[in-house]
């Protein structure tokens, strides 16, 4: 099976602009969530899409959005983009096994790595 | 605010050693337990999940899960130079299929 993908893999961006990336999970994987890596704050959770619905939100301000399609392939946007959005963005995939339900693993894509100048 | 603590090392053991990285977590109402190592650069890869208490082995690596002390360890043995990377504990959010990330523990293991 394919792994998670992530479009693109590397972004530049001056400050103000917004950006959209892209993820598409392990095939059959219906869960979908977004993590934020900086070397200060580690690994943050951003949001969680399950069959198109945003189930969890991380701590983070509005300009973070995100949403699921039909074919569980998912985008995320940050809007007026600052120097702080500079960081690793992670996109996980989980597994829903009939009788047993989301199994908590969760298998990473490559990331997109987001420069904000 | 539900934590994850992971001491940031780095841990430095011989080539051959046993490697043991440990965790502890506040939400005691956590169910499941993973470790993931990313290489530098590189983005996260999962290498045990943990469910009950006691020891889950998996060829050299051996998660322990204490629920009681809210405690997870990752025994490496035999570590190997390809095993330096940071290691990190995730947990997650009971009620919910998130996860809650440590801050990782980098190994580095010496030839």
């Known amino acids: ?117 | 605010q539900k934590e994850v603590e992971q001491n940031s090392g780095p841990l430095s053991v011989p080539e051959g050693a046993i490697a043991s990285l440990n965790c502890t977590y506040s939400d005691r109402g956590s169910q499941s337990f993973f470790w993931y190592r990313q290489y530098s650069g590189k983005s996260p890869e999962l290498i045990m999940s943990i469910y009950s208490n006691g020891d889950k082995e998996d060829g050299r690596f051996t998660a322990q899960l204490n629920k009681a002390s809210q405690y997870v360890s990752l025994l490496i043995r035999d570590s190997q130079p390809s095993d330096s990377a940071t290691y990190l504990c995730a947990v997650n959010n009971s009620g919910y299929s998130t996860l809650t990330f440590g801050k990782g523990t980098m190994l580095l293991v010496s030839p």
């Open chain 1, 1 to 117: 099976k394919a792994g998670v993908t992530q479009t693109p893999r590397y972004l530049i961006k001056t400050r103000g602009q917004q950006v959209t990336l892209s993820c598409s999970p392990i095939s059959g994987h219906r869960s979908v969530s977004w993590y934020q890596q900086t070397p200060g704050q580690g690994l943050q959770f951003l949001f969680e899409y399950f069959s198109e619905t945003q189930r969890n939100k991380g701590n983070f301000p509005g300009r973070f959005s995100g949403r699921q399609f039909s074919n569980s392939r998912s985008e995320m946007n940050v809007s007026t983009l600052e120097l702080g959005d500079s960081a690793l963005y992670l996109c996980a995939s989980s597994p829903f096994l009939a009788g047993v339900g989301l199994t908590g693993e969760q298998f990473f894509g490559p990331g997109t790595r987001l420069t904000v100048l």
